[in-house]
C-alpha cells in the first residue's frame, strides 16, 4: 500500500498465544486503507511465524535482536510510519479489536480537526469478572479538556483507554513526542496521555472498541503490582515537581490519596484495615479512615 492514512501500532513480546487473534481483529477492520507495523522486541517464539502466515501485505515487521523495552520498541516503529499517513493507532497484542474501531475513529478525527487523540470503551476480561470501562464514558459523559482533563488524569490515573488510541501524526511531530521509559515498561501510556492533554483535545468514543482478555494467569503477578505501585507514586511525584502551575500541593496529595487507595483495595479485607489504620496514622488523614468505613459498609451489605 503506497498512501495508508493509519498506521497501526503493534509492538510484540512473547506474543504467540493471543496474537492470531489480534491480528485477525485488525485486518479485519471495515476501515481498510491502513498499514500494521509489528515491533518484535527480542523475542525467539512464534510471534513473526504467525504474522507472516497471513500473508498480507499490511503487515510490516520491524525486529528488535535485543529486547529494547515497550517505550523504545514503540518510537523505533513510529519512525518506520509511511510518511503519508495521517493518524498513529495503537494495539496490543492480547487484546481483541471490535471491526468498526478504526472506521469510527477516522471518523471523528475527519469531522472534528480540533481532536487530536480519541480512544472509546474498553472491555476487560478476568479469571473472575467482566467489566467496561472508563465509567465516564460508559455512563455517556465527555472527557474534560486542557488542564482540569490533565488534572483528572492525574488524580484517577488513566481513564483514556491506551489499547485503542488513535492520535494525529501531525501533533506526535510538531511537538517532537515520544513514549517515555522512565518508569520501565510501567506508566508508559499515562505519562504519554498526560503531556498529550495540554497540546490538543482528547475525544472518548461510546462504544465498545476493544475486548481486553486476561484470561490467562500471568507470572509474577505480586511482584509485577510492587513495581507498578512504585512506578506510579513516582509518577505522581515527578508530575507534581514538572508542573508546579498545574499540581499544587493539595492536588498532588489528593492524586497520592488515590492512589494509595488503589493500592489498598489490592489486599484482602484484613489487609485492607490494617494498611488502612496505618496510613491515618501516618498522615492523620480521616480519608483512610472514611474509606475504610465504606469498605467495611459494602462488606456487611454483602453479606447481608
Given amino acids: 500500500m503506497n498512501s495508508p492514512l493509519v498506521t ?6 512473547n506474543g504467540e498465544k ?14 481498510t486503507d491502513f498499514e500494521l507495523l509489528l515491533g518484535i522486541d527480542g523475542t525467539t517464539d512464534a510471534s513473526k511465524d504467525i504474522a507472516l502466515a497471513f500473508d498480507d501485505s499490511r503487515i ?14 514503540l518510537n523505533t516503529i513510529i519512525k518506520q510510519a509511511s510518511p503519508n499517513s495521517l493518524y498513529f493507532a495503537m494495539a496490543e497484542q492480547d487484546d481483541i479489536y471490535i471491526s468498526e474501531r478504526l472506521e469510527w475513529q477516522v471518523e471523528v478525527m475527519s469531522k472534528d480537526t480540533d481532536v487530536g487523540l480519541v480512544s472509546g470503551i474498553a472491555e476487560f476480561k478476568s ?3 467482566t467489566l467496561q470501562f472508563p465509567g465516564i464514558l460508559v455512563n455517556n459523559r465527555q472527557f474534560p479538556q486542557g488542564e482540569e482533563l490533565f488534572k483528572y488524569l492525574y488524580v484517577n490515573q488513566l481513564k483514556v483507554v491506551n489499547t485503542c488510541m488513535m492520535w494525529r501524526k501531525s501533533i506526535h511531530v510538531k511537538h517532537d513526542l515520544k513514549f517515555n521509559n522512565t518508569y520501565g515498561n510501567f506508566n508508559i501510556d499515562w505519562d504519554f496521555v498526560l503531556r498529550f492533554s495540554l497540546l490538543s483535545k482528547i475525544h472518548g468514543i461510546h462504544k465498545k472498541l476493544v475486548t481486553m482478555n486476561r484470561l490467562e494467569l500471568r507470572d509474577s503477578v505480586t511482584q509485577q503490582k510492587h513495581e507498578q505501585y512504585s512506578a506510579s507514586r513516582n509518577l505522581l511525584k515527578d508530575f507534581y515537581t514538572a508542573f508546579p502551575n498545574i499540581v499544587d500541593k493539595k492536588l498532588y496529595k489528593k492524586a497520592l490519596n488515590m492512589h494509595r487507595k488503589i493500592e489498598i483495595g489490592n489486599n484482602s479485607k484484613h489487609i485492607i484495615v490494617l494498611k488502612s489504620i496505618a496510613y491515618y496514622l501516618i498522615t492523620f488523614d480521616r480519608f483512610y479512615i472514611d474509606y475504610l468505613f465504606k469498605k467495611v459498609k459494602f462488606y456487611t451489605k454483602s453479606k447481608g
Avoid at 510490516?60 to 520498541?73: D, F, R, S, T, W
Wanted: avoid cysteine.
Fill in 8 to 13: 497501526i501500532l503493534l509492538p510484540v513480546y
Fill in 18 to 31: 493471543t496474537i492470531k487473534a489480534t491480528l485477525e481483529s485488525l485486518l479485519s477492520q471495515t476501515y
Fill in 60 to 73: 510490516k515487521i520491524i525486529e528488535h535482536p535485543e529486547n529494547l523495552g515497550l517505550a523504545n520498541n
Fill in 127 to 129: 479469571d473472575n469478572k
